[in-house]
């Protein structure tokens, strides 16, 4: 099927220009027809100090939606009162193929796209549009990138290249994509739930069980979770005979990296005002309620809704685990090889606690599906078998796009990730390692100028080392960034702790010593780690202390192994390990 170019048209964002191109239609004309008869999406945009703000939207009838749009300019709480008729400007989109659901799609994705871009502080929509299957759905892929290329002709410093939005963390994580099936259906339990906990006080106190291992998508469900929790709270509390009160969200990670990326996704689709505080670490979320000295007054009013990434780390706080007085419904993410130490360890016998009365109450979902990895099920089970199992066996030669390579030395797969990261649809591409290499944060190693992962004469710096020194010369679009997504990094080796729930396209895993493999077994070695955290004894409920570090190192090679979207690249410094790698690979 040919798909016909897109109608992309832009003029000032002001009545009389409005006007003016109206009139301009009225010449019998097919491409004049297809603005004025066929639904159409547009977008305002409009400079606030070096980014942009906009809206995206759609209609049937684009010359009265704006006229609306411009009656709200006095209105203060409205995004239109920021149109300014000296920078604002609008696109307005029309193609011969738009029917409703197609236009829907095209505003959702252009929302997504643009609240993704380094060039837009806050996109305004607040809609719940993704369509499922409809007539000429299989289009709107080449119809977007049509569109998109246009608008860029047309304006490059706010439409960015696809590649570079497709790069960006808060694209990756965005409560915008289209779900699958299992995060659909886990999405709607959870929204019914939130449904009947703040209309029916008997159903207060719930805990909601999300079980899912590396890449099953846990990070964009419980961003869609609270991007349309908000949203649909809100349309209740614009409807006058409404009597519902709003509600009180929080969501709490403990990755800083990923802390800074919830931040900026409510910012950005302004899910909440600059005075709220919806995004915690475990510690200050839990802090709320003990009572200090010297201290606010604690809380006494739990949240309606508490959104919990990575649940080991609120259910084990040496001051106080989470409880039904924090939140009087919460939903937890959680699997057990997400814990990497001894002050996250949970028993299997806790563990199960959880999971069983989160199946009696009808509270358990669970999710099986890879969607970080463009990898089929053969390569996901050999990662598994590695890191899980300890064993290694020949890898399927059917590995489709994804790339698996062995490199005899760090210095060849440094180049190797370099030239990825090089190109455009692979700019996302950097060194990872297993922490087998002394690092200390807020303190200066002895005689050296940065903690380095050292292997023979090739040497590269921690995550978080080279910023020192240039923080203040960064330019400001790079400041808000996450580590991955930092020009620098690319000179730097991320841990566990940088790269966690994050995704790289191409992943340069260096595995340390602290990972060996002797009598035809992977094996774990706990004295090769420099993971202190992870080494150390645990002590359990009965006063006992116990050690888990071989269970937390394999924990954390897996998720280094599973990182990369379109492939790993491997050095290990074990000469038995790569041998067996490169025998198998």
């Not at 900026?264 to 005002?273: G, M, S």
């Not at 990575?310 to 993410?333: D, P, Y």
């Not at 790269?499 to 191409?506: A, C, E, M, T, V």
Request: hydrophobic share 35%.
């Amino acid at each position: 099927m040919t798909i016909s170019s897109p109608i992309v048209v832009e003029i000032d964002d002001n009545k009389k220009a409005l006007d003016k191109f109206y009139n301009s239609l009225m010449e019998d004309t097919k491409e004049n027809r297809i603005i004025k008869s066929y639904p159409t999406v547009y977008i305002h945009a409009w400079k606030t100090g070096d980014k942009y703000e906009v809206y995206v939207g759609e209609s049937n009838d684009f010359y009265r939606r704006t006229e609306e749009h411009y009656n709200q300019k006095n209105n203060p709480k409205a995004w239109e009162s920021k149109l300014t008729e000296e920078n604002s400007k609008l696109y307005i989109i029309a193609h011969p193929n738009f029917n409703k659901s197609l236009t829907l799609d095209i505003e959702n994705r252009l929302y997504l796209y643009l609240s993704s871009s380094q060039s837009v502080s806050k996109a305004h929509n607040s809609k719940e549009n993704p369509q499922n299957d409809y007539y000429l759905h299989e289009i709107l892929d080449e119809i977007f990138s049509k569109i998109w290329r246009k608008l860029r002709n047309i304006n490059e410093e706010l439409f960015l290249s696809e590649g570079e939005i497709k790069a960006s963390h808060i694209f990756k994580a965005s409560p915008l994509h289209k779900l699958n099936k299992e995060q659909l259906e886990a999405k709607e339990l959870v929204l019914s739930k939130i449904a009947n906990s703040t209309q029916n006080s008997s159903e207060n106190n719930q805990l909601i069980w999300v079980e899912g291992i590396w890449g099953t998508g846990k990070t964009v469900l419980i961003s869609s979770i609270f991007y349309e929790a908000i949203i649909r709270a809100n349309k209740d509390l614009d409807d006058e005979n409404s009597k519902k009160k709003k509600l009180d969200i929080a969501v709490i990670v403990n990755n800083k990296e990923q802390l800074k990326l919830y931040k900026e996704i409510a910012k950005k689709l302004c899910l909440v005002t600059n005075k709220e505080k919806v995004v915690f670490n475990p510690n200050n979320f839990i802090n709320q309620f003990v009572d200090k000295k010297n201290s606010p007054k604690k809380r006494t009013k739990p949240y309606d809704i508490v959104l919990v990434d990575e649940a080991h780390l609120l259910l084990t706080r040496k001051t106080q685990a989470f409880n039904g007085e924090q939140g009087q419904l919460a939903v937890a993410m959680f699997h057990r090889k997400q814990i990497m130490n001894a002050e996250q360890y949970l028993s299997k016998e806790e563990i199960d606690k959880y999971e069983n009365t989160a199946k009696r109450e009808g509270n358990y979902i669970k999710l099986t599906k890879q969607m970080r990895m463009n990898a089929n099920p053969e390569i996901i089970d050999w990662i598994e078998d590695f890191c899980i199992l300890g064993k290694l066996k020949p890898l399927t030669k059917n590995r489709g796009n994804y790339e698996i390579r062995v490199f005899d030395s760090p210095k060849l797969l440094e180049k190797a990730i370099k030239e990825k990261a090089k190109k455009e649809g692979t700019k996302l591409s950097r060194l990872i390692a297993t922490y087998d290499w002394e690092y200390k944060e807020n303190r200066q190693p002895k005689n050296e100028k940065y903690w380095c992962v050292k292997i023979e004469d090739w040497c590269k710096p921690w995550n978080y080392q080279l910023e020192k020194d240039i923080q203040k010369n960064k330019k400001a679009k790079d400041r808000d960034l996450s580590w991955v997504e930092q020009p620098l990094t690319i000179d730097e080796v991320g841990s566990i702790y940088t790269i966690h729930g994050f995704d790289l396209n191409y992943a340069g895993v260096i595995i340390g010593p602290s990972v060996k493999f002797r009598n035809n077994e992977v094996i774990f070695d706990p004295k090769s780690s420099k993971n202190n955290k992870a080494t150390q004894n645990r002590t359990l409920k009965d006063g006992s202390k116990e050690n888990f570090a071989e269970d937390f190192l394999s924990n954390e090679l897996g998720v280094l192994l599973t990182r990369g979207i379109n492939g790993i690249y491997i050095y290990a410094c074990d000469e038995e390990l790569r041998n067996e790698l490169k025998r198998y690979i």
